[in-house]
Every structure is written in structure tokens, then in C-alpha cells.
């Protein structure tokens, strides 16, 4: 048997094979095998010694590292789906009935990674004519490396390697250091330009011809003075600050008086915009070749009010309020409820545009002349008057009411009564919309106000009305398209959003077939019927 046809199939191959093996018949041979396996580690690189007739290009070892049986051989054999001529040929130490097995010792069930004897460096291949009697045989596109890879590698490719559970294209080029990643993408095109389609457990080309073996040395920037300091610090510092627990940027630039925000941003850009990333421990800068070593001379504005102030807080603050942990700037204006959320932005500008600076155990103003001390008072919703539940805005003088059943619409509401019309009934009830679309089951709606006739308005002079609901299940969103010809019942938890993805349905068909759930799909009625088809 030669190498090649000893090595047609990989161990592994053979493994993953095995796993469609009765569960009896699997359980069996773990038991007969379990005390060797436990003594055997195995992996793609040996882990012991290694006779120099080992084949050269191994590429999986098994290591027996504790000691011998005399059926170690046949066990080997048996767990990784190979011959004993296969195993003997591979390590040519042993002897033809396998004895020889050495503890300690590594050896080989796998060459090339099941691909046969790997191709020997030959010179330039001389080129032989075609004739009648000779044809060339199509070449196979496969790249030769391990399997399985994902499709369309590049035919060139020197490297492999194995994608694991959470890599992604950016890792694994991390991971090596030798390429980028655009030269990732070319090598390996089947994992789409957004890296979606990497699969773990196939291996991906990571090397061609001219790819650097190891990384390059990354040559150090000289830090100057002290550490640890946050990356990037301006290189031309001449003074830093160690930033302590409850510091920042606002409150260092405070500290110095010697440089603006601005300046502190410049010199220490991994703090972020808005100071969102200041590490306490870390040095920053505070002073460049030009910045004033002293505080300036002037006499500072005196300071109205308790100190720690967030600087910059307006001058005819009359009200201050410390900041706790756990505050935001909303949630001080909703404390108070006498001034808006522009307003504080206003008075206290050092807390960004966005909250993102306001500092816990600073004041910051609540308030200035004029602003009311107290929070008005709420006005009192008057309590509803009829039956309940009831949606918001029904009429006052409403003297009957009716609860909306399964299948109920404003039409067929108006239809069942007789005594008024579709435009009164909106004027009633105006919470169900122009369209009806916030119609709910269960809930009461107004049906007469002083004057409603208590028998049937007269037939309208044109009789035929054109049906506003198409046939099919009931009951249905109203204004379902007429043509729907697919269906959908909605269920508890439900949205728009959701029935459009499952039904794969874009949402701008979803809303011209069903009007009636409005454009904020609050008019989606669970237990409805809704169109997703015409």
C-alpha cells in the first residue's frame, strides 16, 4: 500500500465518520478503550520524543505517556480510524506487528493532514507536447491544504489555520501580525466583505508566498515622563498630573487654571471628546513648552453660592442643587419640574451638551430669578364618566355606550345601530382615529348623546356601499386590502416589525395593505387578521 492510498482518509475524517455509529456500539468501544484513551494525549504537535523515521510531514500525534498494554497498538488504531500498515508506515520505529511502542515517546496517526505524502520542491517542470495519444488531465481547483476550507481560497496559499468559536476576520489578523486585512479578504473571498460568512471549524488561508513568517517588532515610541500614562499624550509635554478618584477634565483644567478644555482634549486625546475615557491612576498632561506655570494673577470672579461648583455656572444663579451619584441632568430637571432641560444646559454649560460632564459631588444651578419655587401644580384629568375601561375624549354628555367585540369595526358599529352616523361616531369617540385604527377590543365607545334617535336612521338613497374588508378570515385590521389573498393572525407579542421580518414582507407593503395599524403600529390588534399578501 503506498502513503498516498494509506493516507486517503484523515483520522479525523474518520472520527467525525464514527459519530454516526449505533449509540450502543459507541458506548462499547469507549468502555474496551477508556483506560488507554486516559492515558493518551493527542494533538498537532508531538509532545514527546520523536524517532527520526517519523514521516516529515506529520501533522497530528498521538502521545503515550503513561504505561504499556499489549493491545496499545490496535487501541491507537482503533480511536483514530487507521490501519495498522497505515500506523507502522507512518512510523517506520515499529516493527511490522506494531511492537515497538516506547512510553513517552510521540508518534504519528496523521500525514498531511489526510491528504497524502505532501508534494516535494522539484525544479521547473519541462513541458510535454500534446498528441493524440496523450492528453493533459484537468487540474482540480482545491487548494491542497487541510480540509475542510471554506470555498474559493486562493490557489497560492502557504498557510492555514482553523477558525475557532468567537474569531472574527479582525482577530485572526490580529492574531498573526503578517497580513492585513484586506489581504485576508482576497485570500479568502467566501467570507463576504463583512467577515458574516467565517465558519467556525474550517480552516482559512492566513499566508501566500511573501508572507512574513512572524510578526514584525514593533518599535517602541519612548515615553516621556512618568507612568502609566494614557496613549497618545502629546510628545511634547512638560508637566503631568496623576488623575485621582472623583477627577475630571473639567475639574484638572479647574486644578491648573493654567491651560483651557480645549487644550487638555489636545494634549490627551485617549480621554475622548467629553472626557469619557480619564483613567484614574493614569498621568496626563498639563502643560506643554508656553503654558503659564502659575495661575494667573487677575482676581478670580467671586464664586456665588456653595463651592464645588462645575465652572462656568451662570452669575445670577439663585438656587443650587449638589449632584449625587446616579444623577443625570434629566433626572434633576424631573426633580424639581420648574425649569426645562435647555434651561439647566444654559446655567451650568460645563455639563456638555449632552450631560456627559455633569460631575457627582458638584453644584450645579436649579435656578434663577423668576423661577418658580414650586412645581405647578398637575392639572386633574376628570374622571371618566360611563362604563370601563373607555379610551381618552369621549364626548361628556355621552348617555350610551357599547364594548367593542372581536370582529367589531366603526362601520359595523354604525351598521348595528342604525341611529347615527360614521362622522358622528368619530366625533365621539375621537381616540379611534379618522381611520379607525385605534379601535380596541373590550373597551367602551360612546353610541348617543342627547338627541340620538333611538330608531334606525333611513336607508341611504345609494344602497351599495363598497365593502371596506376583503373575504377571508375574520376578524380583520380594518381597511384590509381588498385583493389580500395571504393572511396573518397576529399574536401576543407581535409588532408591525416583527410580523414583517417573519412573513418576509417589506414594511412599506405591510402599511399600504393594512392601513388601519398607522405608521407607529399602534393600531395592530391582537387577534386580528392582517394582510400579507395580495
Not at 9 to 38: D, G, H
Not at 47 to 60: E, H, M, Q
Not at 207 to 236: D, E
Request: aromatic share 10%; proline share 9%; glycine share 10%.
Amino acid at each position: 500500500m503506498s502513503r498516498a492510498q494509506a493516507s486517503a482518509m484523515s483520522p479525523r475524517l474518520k472520527l467525525l465518520a464514527m459519530v454516526s455509529v449505533p449509540l450502543i456500539s459507541t458506548l462499547f468501544a469507549w468502555t474496551v478503550s477508556a483506560t488507554v484513551l486516559r492515558r493518551q494525549t493527542d494533538g498537532s504537535a508531538p509532545a514527546g520524543t520523536v524517532d527520526p523515521s517519523t514521516i516529515s510531514d506529520c501533522t497530528y500525534w498521538v502521545n503515550v505517556d503513561s504505561g504499556i498494554l499489549s493491545d496499545e497498538c490496535s487501541s491507537i488504531e482503533s480511536y483514530y480510524g487507521i490501519s495498522e500498515s497505515q500506523f507502522v508506515l507512518y512510523n517506520p520505529s515499529l516493527k511490522g506487528d506494531c511492537s515497538g511502542l516506547q512510553n513517552g515517546y510521540s508518534y504519528c496517526v496523521e500525514e498531511n493532514f489526510g491528504l497524502g505524502p505532501a508534494p516535494k520542491a522539484t525544479s521547473a517542470p519541462t513541458a510535454t507536447p500534446t498528441s493524440s495519444s496523450s492528453r493533459i488531465s484537468s487540474t482540480s481547483t482545491i487548494s491542497a491544504g487541510p480540509s475542510p476550507t471554506q470555498s474559493g481560497i486562493i490557489s497560492t496559499c502557504q498557510n492555514y489555520y482553523k477558525v475557532l468559536k468567537g474569531d472574527s476576520c479582525s482577530t485572526i489578523v490580529d492574531k498573526f501580525g503578517t497580513f492585513d486585512l484586506d489581504d485576508f479578504y482576497t485570500w479568502n473571498p467566501a467570507v463576504g466583505d463583512d467577515c458574516l460568512s467565517l465558519q467556525v471549524g474550517y480552516f482559512v488561508c492566513v499566508g501566500v508566498v511573501g508572507t512574513p513568517s512572524s510578526r514584525p517588532t514593533p518599535t517602541a515610541a519612548p515615553i516621556n515622563g512618568p507612568t502609566p500614562q494614557q496613549p497618545g499624550v502629546i510628545s511634547t509635554c512638560v508637566s503631568y498630573y496623576k488623575v485621582q478618584a472623583g477627577d475630571g477634565c473639567q475639574a484638572i483644567v479647574d486644578k491648573n487654571s493654567t491651560f483651557t478644555l480645549d487644550d487638555f482634549y489636545s494634549w490627551n486625546p485617549a480621554v475622548g471628546s467629553s472626557c469619557q475615557s480619564l483613567q484614574l491612576g493614569y498621568y496626563v498632561c498639563v502643560g506643554v513648552p508656553g503654558t503659564p506655570t502659575n495661575r494667573p494673577s487677575s482676581t478670580p470672579s467671586p464664586i456665588n453660592g456653595p463651592s464645588p461648583q462645575q465652572s462656568g455656572v451662570i452669575s445670577t444663579c439663585s438656587n443650587f442643587y449638589r449632584v449625587t451619584a446616579g444623577d443625570g441632568c434629566q433626572d434633576i430637571v424631573d426633580k424639581y419640574g420648574t425649569f426645562s432641560l435647555n434651561e439647566f444646559y444654559t446655567w451650568n454649560p460645563a455639563v456638555g451638551t449632552s450631560c456627559q460632564s455633569l460631575q457627582a459631588g458638584y453644584y450645579v444651578c436649579v435656578g434663577i430669578p423668576g423661577t418658580p419655587t414650586q412645581r405647578p401644580a398637575p392639572t386633574a384629568t376628570p374622571t371618566p364618566k360611563g362604563p370601563l375601561p373607555s379610551q381618552s375624549g369621549i364626548i361628556a354628555d355621552c348617555t350610551k355606550y357599547h364594548q367593542a367585540v372581536s370582529g367589531d369595526s366603526c362601520a359595523s358599529i354604525v351598521d348595528e345601530f342604525g341611529t347615527f352616523t360614521l362622522a358622528q361616531f368619530q366625533t365621539w369617540n375621537p381616540a379611534v382615529g379618522d381611520q379607525c385604527a385605534h379601535l380596541l377590543l373590550g373597551y367602551y365607545y360612546c353610541i348617543a348623546v342627547p338627541g340620538t334617535p333611538t330608531t334606525r336612521l333611513p336607508a341611504p338613497a345609494t344602497p351599495t356601499v363598497t365593502p371596506t374588508v376583503s373575504s377571508g378570515p375574520q376578524p380583520q385590521q380594518p381597511g384590509t386590502n381588498r385583493n389580500c389573498r395571504r393572511y396573518y393572525l397576529v399574536k401576543a407579542g407581535d409588532s408591525c416589525y416583527d410580523i414583517e421580518q417573519s412573513q418576509k414582507v417589506s414594511a412599506k407593503d405591510f402599511l399600504s395593505w393594512n392601513p388601519g395599524v398607522g405608521n407607529d403600529c399602534k393600531g395592530l390588534f391582537l387577534g386580528y387578521y392582517v394582510c400579507i399578501g395580495v
